[in-house]
């Protein structure tokens, strides 16, 4: 499995598994855009950011369910008004539920270098 170039060292995480199931993304776009599925990382928002908290920036922020996404969107509406939804199958990297203090099914998937990571999305019915 070849991970993007630039991952900070133990990233993805060691505790992260191969993908497998349907996740939920908030998404600015309908359809999903390339923009919508790049890491905090890959904006430029990790410089200052250490230790797992560096490696978690360099994966994209995604939920194990419609309820989850929604009350992210909720928390945080600039992140978009749209919820996308993909199935992933264990060539497309590697995931680990990583719990923020306001959003507790919070997880981050580390996508493999040659995934195009807009084809997996379609709009979820909500």
Known sequence: ??????????CPL?????????????????????????????????????????CIRHGLSVFPDLASCSHQQSLFPRLGKYIATARLEPSHG????????????????WPCKDVERKLLFSMAEV
């Open 94 to 109: 590697k995931i680990l539920q990583t719990p923020a203090k306001r959003n507790p099914l919070h997880m981050t998937w």
């Open 14 to 54: 060691p505790a992260a598994v191969s993908c497998s199931g349907m996740i939920y993304m908030v998404s600015l776009n309908n359809p999903v855009h390339e923009q919508d599925c790049l890491s905090q990382a890959e904006r430029g928002r990790a410089a200052d950011a250490t230790g797992e908290n560096a």
């Open 1 to 10: 499995m070849t991970f993007p170039d630039g991952l900070p060292d133990n």
